[in-house]
Each structure stands twice: as C-alpha cells, then as structure tokens.
DNA sequence: GTACTATTTTGGACTGCGTCCAAAGTATGA
DNA sequence: TCATACTTTGGACGCAGTCCAAAATAGTAC
C-alpha cells in the first residue's frame, strides 16, 4: 500500500493523493500519455487538474521514478519502467509501442563510436516499422514511403 | 545546379523556388527546425509561407530525401543527411545536437534483440549528455537530475 | 492536536508547433 | 498555348504543454 508512498518520501517528494493515483496509473499502462493519465487518474480520484498531472510526471521523471518518451506524430509518452535500458518499437501505421530488451548485451548504446566530446549518460533507441496486426497480409510488397532497404524480420 | 531540380523530379516532386530554396538551406544546416528554415528561405526568397515549409520538408521527409528528428522539449529538427544511419548526441543543457556514425558497424541497430513480431525497417539512436562547453570545470560531481550511473566517457 | 510554512493543486490564460481549409497561383504535360 | 493537377498562401484552428496567482494541503515544530 504505502509503497508509492515511500517511493515519493525517498525521493523527497510529498506524499499527495494525486501523485499516489498517479503512480498506481503509470503502474497500469506499458505507456501512456499526459491525457490519458488525467482521464484514468480522475476515474479513481474523480478529479485532476492538467497542470497536477504535467507537474507529477515531470518530477517523476527528473527523479527517475518515470522517463518520458517522445514519439515522432505523437504526444509524450511516460512509463515507470527505469533503469533496464529498454528500447521501443513503434508501429507508423497505428502508434504501437511495444518494449523491447537491448540488443546487444548491458546497456552497449552508451558506447557511440565517438562522443564528440559529450558526457553520455542515456542512450535512447526507437525501432520503427509496422506491427503484426498492420502488416498486409501478402507480405511481399508492402506501400510505405521509404525508399530505403525494408521488410527485414529479425533473426531471433 | 539543376541538381536539386532534378532531385525534385527524379522523386515526382514538381520544381519550384520554395523547394530548391529549401533544399538548398537544407544542404547548409546539419540540423534546423521549421522555423529556421523559414527565416532562412525568406533571406534568399523575400518570401514563404508557413504552410510550405511544412509541406516541403515533409514532402522530402516522405520521400526520404529529409529526416525529421524529434528531440524532446525541442521543434522537430530536419537534416538532409540520410540513409548512412547515423545517429544522434544532443546536450540536455544547451539543446545542441551533433551526428555521431553508428557504433556497432552497419545498421547494426535494426536487429532488435526481439522484435515482437513487428517488421522493423529503422532504428533512430539518441545519445543523450552534457557538450564540451556545458560540461562543468571541474569533471568529478556535475549537477543533474538524474539517477543512474553518469559521467561515462566513450572509449573510442 | 494546533499552528506555521513550504509545497502542491487548481483553473484560466497563454504560447508554440503544427495542421486544416479554401482560394489564388504556378508547374507540368498534352 | 491550354488545361489540369499540384503548390502556395494566409487565416483559422487544435493540441500539447507551460505560466501564473490564488487557494488548498502536506510536512514540521511546538
């Protein structure tokens, strides 16, 4: 029960029934936007304001308790899975996102091939493609509006 | 010269003085928003409507002759530097954003560890960090808002 | 438990990025 | 040269997110 709540206090958040419901929200959804949240916290709470919600996923996220994901043609997405350098697939026909583990062993993205000088601290990577129920079911030609290489299914 | 005309045509996009002069700024920003690229054409053109700039740099980013990226509490950026998947370092301070080439050799980023079923067709890598100049002097303890693990120098 | 203070919530106004729309203009192809 | 389809224009609009000041509430000290 006072999970959450201990959560908030250890990171020096108070302890607020918005932010408690907004939480056991994140806890619901694989990904979720800002409205979808607000509607989602208010059937619980019965009501929220936008600027609560906005002011709850943000210091979560600067917490790290959430991380915000920004999909092109899409609004933020937050989710309250941290810390295991996941990455994601979206579909460009219906905006599926599904969670995918990394590729390549324990969090390898933050090793770029020259940092230019940078302090890299989070490495961000977003498969795009279509998922199973988008794909056309004669899976040869398929119209989308690249020119580059496509159709690749992966190996494992 | 005709070279951006004939880019234009040879992917069924008719030619006009909007287009070119887009291409052209394009061709001199390795990143530049919508609005910067309006205010860059009205120096050549006198004159742009909004509307077009919009129409054009999704046009290109359609037919592949543009990439849109969309770092978060940022516009979309627009680079015409495609199909060498490249990827992307960008300063949490400053906002500045710098191409890196892939880490791990050839579009290595497309095999997904498990792909969902999905048909993956692009990976878009973000490097998120600190540039040179928004680094601290002193490099031990720098002010973040983060949890995890930082301060990882790059090996190469 | 009460009182005080700092933090949070609220809601209304506002900004910025991007799109919609219909009318006018222009490139292309016959 | 003409006709048509595409492009451009600019004004209205929508959505995501932020700003702001006032009211409410959580945390703290007594």
Known sequence: MSTHATLLRSHGLSVTPQRLALLQTLSQ????????????????????????????????????????????????????????????LICRSCGDVADVDCAVG????????????????????????????????ISNVHTTTKTKTKTRKAIS
């Open 106 to 137: 324990f969090r390898p993205c933050l090793e770029a091939s020259d940092d230019n000088g940078f302090i890299i601290d989070e490495a961000d990577v977003t498969y795009w493609g279509e998922c199973p129920k988008c794909q056309p079911k």
């Open 29 to 88: 959804y694989p990904h979720i936007t800002a409205d979808q949240a607000t509607e989602a916290v208010r059937k619980s709470l019965g009501t929220i304001s936008r600027q609560s919600v906005y002011n709850t996923l943000n210091a979560l996220v600067e917490k790290g308790l959430a991380r915000r994901i920004q999909p092109i043609d899409s609004p933020a997405l937050f989710e309250d899975r941290v810390g295991d350098n996941h990455h994601h």
